[in-house]
């Protein structure tokens, strides 16, 4: 049987309510796609029964998994374990995927594949949905990567603050996922920044389509992104950080300088988010939390990552002087404002 060019792991977890139009814009994609299906132990709606049904409907293409509740990262690992398209991709159960740049991205893998260049990564755009008022955000990254080509880290540009490379914007080659021997924690959340992150440096060739191709919804009031959430589960976001810090050493990579900056930069910047949400909490516990991740992070690189992490974004959420954590909580209340991201 001819391998699958993708396969889809939708992480559902009580998604009964939305998760039809998800599955919908995967089957676009046809007998190229597997869909795997995991039930992460819903029990209050009909989540199961829904993924029993369209493995029947599709039995060539979609697969249902039911597993004990192990949260969004075992679903994720559970799709790796049982994966047989060339590539991965993670699409949550409340987004969906635009169905023309899809069949888009699909042909170019197919031609890469049968020239014999199918990269480690395939990059697109992705869209915020605004639930709260109907509005969208686009990142796109045309500014930082060459445009319809094969290339690596050496061609890289600039990344914005606002442009890091999210679960939500790439397909990786799924060898290149069980390579770098990535399990993502049980029972956390924000762990698709693990994804993300941890298989960076198996990553030799890139392919980027300016494409608006995941749909990204935000704005429902129980989505982990919602800022009251993340206070209330920032020893998770404090979890995560921290696994990313230990899952790579940076010096390692001093060798491929734009890897190597981009590493140091999306680890600043969980730093800075850590920072402000237990800003935000504000508590005295909160505040000896926030000292500990730093001085986990100083225990656990060397000087020079250290200093590199706190001269990015990370340092200026860690301001010593008097006003400083105001002043943090003022620029994140405005860019807040302006991006819309929680």
Same mark, same amino acid.
Request: net charge neutral.
């Given at each position: 049987m001819?391998?699958?060019?993708?396969?889809?792991?939708?992480?559902c977890?009580?998604?009964?309510?939305?998760?039809r139009?998800?599955i919908?814009t995967?089957l676009?994609?046809?007998?190229?796609?597997?869909?795997?299906l995991?039930?992460?132990?819903?029990v209050?709606?009909?989540?199961?029964?829904i993924?029993?049904?369209?493995?029947?409907?599709?039995?060539? *293409?979609v697969?249902a998994?039911?597993?004990?509740?192990?949260?969004?990262?075992?679903?994720?690992?559970?799709?790796?374990?049982?994966?047989?398209?060339?590539?991965?991709k993670?699409?949550?159960?409340?987004d969906?995927?635009?169905?023309?740049a899809?069949?888009?991205?699909l042909a170019?893998?197919?031609t890469?594949v049968?020239?014999?260049?199918?990269?480690?990564?395939?990059?697109?755009?992705?869209v915020?949905?605004?639930?709260?008022d109907?509005t969208?955000l686009?990142v796109r990254?045309?500014?930082?990567?060459?445009?319809?080509?094969?290339?690596?880290?050496?061609?890289v540009g600039h990344f914005r603050?606002d442009?890091? *490379?999210?679960?939500?914007?790439?397909?990786?080659?799924?060898?290149?996922l &069980?390579?770098?021997?990535m399990?993502?924690?049980?029972?956390?959340?924000?762990?698709d920044?693990?994804f993300v992150?941890?298989?960076?440096?198996?990553?030799?060739?890139?392919?980027?389509?300016?494409?608006?191709l995941?749909r990204?919804f935000?704005?429902?009031?129980d989505?982990?992104?919602?800022?009251?959430?993340?206070?209330?589960?920032?020893?998770?976001q404090?979890?995560?950080?921290?696994h990313?810090?230990?899952?790579?050493?940076?010096?390692?990579?001093?060798?491929?300088?734009?890897?190597h900056?981009?590493?140091?930069?999306y680890?600043?910047?969980?730093?800075?988010?850590?920072?402000?949400?237990?800003?935000l909490?504000?508590?005295?516990?909160?505040?000896?939390?926030?000292?500990?991740l730093?001085?986990?992070?100083?225990?656990?690189?060397?000087t020079?990552v250290y200093?590199?992490?706190?001269y990015?974004?990370?340092g200026?959420?860690?301001?010593k002087?008097p006003?400083g954590?105001?002043l943090?909580?003022?620029v994140y &209340?405005?860019l807040?404002? *302006?991006?819309?991201?929680?």
């Open positions: 001819q391998q699958k060019l993708i396969t889809f792991a939708v992480p977890y009580n998604s009964a309510a939305y998760m139009h998800c919908e995967l676009s994609a046809g007998e190229q796609a597997e869909i795997i995991v039930d992460d132990g819903s209050k709606d009909d989540t199961p029964a993924c029993d049904e369209y493995a029947a409907k599709y039995p060539t *293409i697969k998994i039911h597993q004990e509740n192990g949260g969004h990262g075992e679903g994720v690992n559970q799709g790796i374990r049982n994966a047989t398209g060339l590539y991965y993670v699409v949550d159960s409340d969906w995927l635009d169905t023309d899809l069949k888009k991205v170019r893998l197919t890469l049968a020239r014999g260049t199918a990269p480690d990564m395939m990059i697109c755009n992705y915020y949905e605004h639930v709260e109907n969208t686009t990254y045309t500014n930082v990567f060459p445009q319809n080509r094969l290339f690596n880290w050496t061609h603050p442009q890091n *490379i999210l679960m939500h914007s790439v397909m990786y080659r799924t060898e290149v &069980r390579k770098c021997g399990v993502l924690p049980k029972h956390t959340f924000y762990v920044n693990i992150y941890q298989p960076l440096p198996y990553v030799k060739s890139m392919y980027y389509m300016d494409l608006d995941y990204y935000i704005g429902r009031a989505q982990s992104v919602n800022e009251s959430i993340m206070v209330k589960r920032v020893d998770q404090l979890r995560v950080t921290k990313m810090i230990d899952c790579q050493d940076l010096d390692e990579l001093k060798d491929q300088r734009r890897l900056a981009y590493m140091v930069h680890l600043s910047v969980m730093m800075a988010v850590s920072d402000i949400f237990l800003l909490d504000g508590s005295d516990e909160a505040k000896a939390k926030r000292t500990g730093w001085q986990y992070l100083k225990d656990h690189v060397s020079g200093r590199a992490v706190r990015n974004l990370g200026l959420t860690d301001l002087f006003g954590d105001k943090t909580l003022g &209340r405005q807040r404002k *302006i991006f819309k991201f929680n």
